[in-house]
């Protein structure tokens, strides 16, 4: 690796254990999808999650997953695009972003809850 600030970056090409995914995207300034091709990604719903700018190519459904996200900047599946936006990232300065309304953890038991007490009331009513 030829960046000057090469001792702040990290490249974890291996299966990350659920026991370490929180440690990563804690310590993490940006997100980066660099998929050819995807029909969908958890890796980006945690990363919304955790607030992170996400640099995402174009592809599959990546783009909806992300479509309300302030934090996403999607960009043509290829070296130059993805590299122009981390560079645009990292210029324009680090910020962390809200969560989703949709992927909040009280939103999403709220719903859970709900659809069960409705699947309940219906058996029952049976």
Known sequence: MNSKR???????????????????????????LPYTRASQSGVAHIGMHFGLPIIASKVGGISEALSNYKGAILVE?????????????????????????????????????????????DFEAK
């Open 6 to 32: 090469k001792e702040k970056i990290t490249i974890v090409s291996r299966y990350v254990p659920d026991s370490e995914v929180s440690l990563y995207f804690s310590a993490s300034n940006v997100l980066i």
């Open 77 to 121: 599946p290829n070296s130059e695009s993805i590299c122009r936006a981390i560079v645009d990232v990292y210029c324009k300065g680090l910020e962390k972003f809200p969560v989703p309304e949709n992927l909040r953890w009280e939103n999403i038991a709220n719903f859970w809850k709900l659809l069960l007490k409705n699947l309940n009331s």
